[in-house]
């Protein structure tokens, strides 16, 4: 519901500008690399503007969430810290955004250590781990590699809460490109 939250919120602030081939490149590269090696030069292109609607709604999340990223938590733990840096987000966010369409719409769970609280911690006044630690995590059947797990909810919720107070205050601000939109879809007349 948190991917929801945001992508109702992306549609509203951005506009479905983009070349379908450039975000199949961008999002999806391992297939528009096979898709070129089968020598015709129009296939890239053509499952690009094929799969546009699916490309353009995982683009404005993660760039929605990538324009007003908030700040890293204030109190981080000694360890199973999330790597706050922009192209590492961008990646979860990729990983996140196909978990959630994974469930959506082929009833895949999400892995279910990311959906767990993180108990892990040493001292009372220590934060709690923001991802798994270690190579991989075992729980309710299943084993996941650490790359598959980019953070615990409790550090998703931080950011979508995050990204939409700030996209909220600009709004307020009247800086927001949704004033744009709205006399677009809700003409005055």
Not at 60 to 69: H, L, V
Not at 125 to 135: H, I, K, S, V, Y
Request: proline share 7%; hydrophobic share 40%; with cysteine.
């Amino acid at each position: 519901m948190f991917v929801s939250a945001v992508e109702v919120a992306a549609v509203y602030w951005r506009d479905e500008a983009g070349d379908p081939e450039a975000l199949l490149r961008e999002l999806e590269p391992a297939w528009a690399e096979r898709l070129d090696k089968t020598g015709d030069k129009t296939v890239t292109a053509d499952m690009g503007r094929y799969w546009k609607k699916l490309l353009r709604a995982t683009a404005r999340f993660i760039d929605f969430i990538m324009t007003y990223m908030p700040d890293a938590p204030a109190k981080r733990p000694i360890i199973g810290q999330v790597e706050w840096k922009q192209e590492t987000q961008r990646e979860a966010m990729k990983k996140i955004y196909r978990y959630r369409s994974e469930a959506l719409h082929s009833g895949i769970p999400f892995p279910a250590p990311m959906c767990l609280p993180s108990t892990n911690v040493r001292h009372e006044d220590a934060a709690t781990m923001e991802r798994p630690p270690g190579l991989a995590t075992g729980s309710r059947g299943g084993v996941w590699v650490h790359d598959d797990l980019p953070m615990f909810l409790h550090i998703f919720v931080h950011i979508v809460h995050g990204a939409l107070v700030k996209w909220w205050s600009e709004l307020k601000a009247g800086r927001g490109r949704a004033e744009t939109k709205a006399k677009t879809y809700y003409p005055s007349n």
